[in-house]
């Protein structure tokens, strides 16, 4: 299989399910987030990261390919018959518990703080503001997406937050407050 078809050479490309839309389709620009957001991720991973939080990152990398397939499939044609391309309340849980369980390693949060830090705690911040627009394209849809897939992209932004506050404070560099 070769990794260039031209089908896109004239600014189309398909859905799943086959529909031809323009490369500045609403939905594509939403899974083109999604998208940036992973590639964020895998270059968070890219540094010097404990394994718990290669570990954690590694399944939500798996989650945003599941969330961008859903976001190409308005039509929910696969969401019942690829499990793995499957993203409900189950996996938002999953994500609080993350977020709780990392929060009890860090000092209050009383003050906003600046991004930055390490190189990695820095990766992360960027991967949550893309994680941001990701979501502010996602509530753009018509047809809307499922409720279960915002609430997974809004504690998703959160988690990267947190991990980012997390990598910092396990190298010892303190927050910035503003």
């Known amino acids: 299989m070769k990794i260039y078809t031209r089908t896109g050479d004239?600014?189309?490309t398909s859905l799943l399910g086959g529909l031809r839309v323009s490369k500045a389709d609403a939905r594509v620009d939403a899974y083109g987030e999604v998208d940036e957001l992973n590639a964020w991720?895998?270059?968070?991973?890219a540094g010097s990261l404990d394994p718990d939080l290669d570990d954690l990152l590694v399944q939500i990398q798996r989650d945003l390919f599941a969330l961008g397939a859903q976001?190409?499939?308005p039509a929910d044609r696969i969401a019942d018959r690829v499990t793995k391309a499957g993203l409900g309340d189950d996996d938002v849980a999953r994500l609080e518990q993350a977020i709780d369980r990392y929060e009890t390693e860090l000092p209050p949060l009383q003050r906003f703080i600046l991004a930055g830090g390490s190189p990695e705690g820095s990766a992360l911040h960027l991967a949550r503001t893309v994680c941001?627009?990701?979501e502010r394209r996602m509530v753009s849809l018509d047809p809307p997406v499922h409720a279960a897939l915002l609430r997974y992209v809004n504690r998703l932004s959160d988690l990267l937050f947190v991990?980012?506050?997390v990598v910092n404070h396990r190298e010892g560099t303190p927050d910035t407050v503003w």
Request: charged share 30%.
């Open 10 to 12: 004239a600014g189309q």
């Open 163 to 165: 991990l980012a506050r």
């Open 132 to 134: 941001r627009r990701a």
């Open 71 to 73: 976001l190409a499939d």
């Open 41 to 45: 991720i895998g270059f968070t991973r």
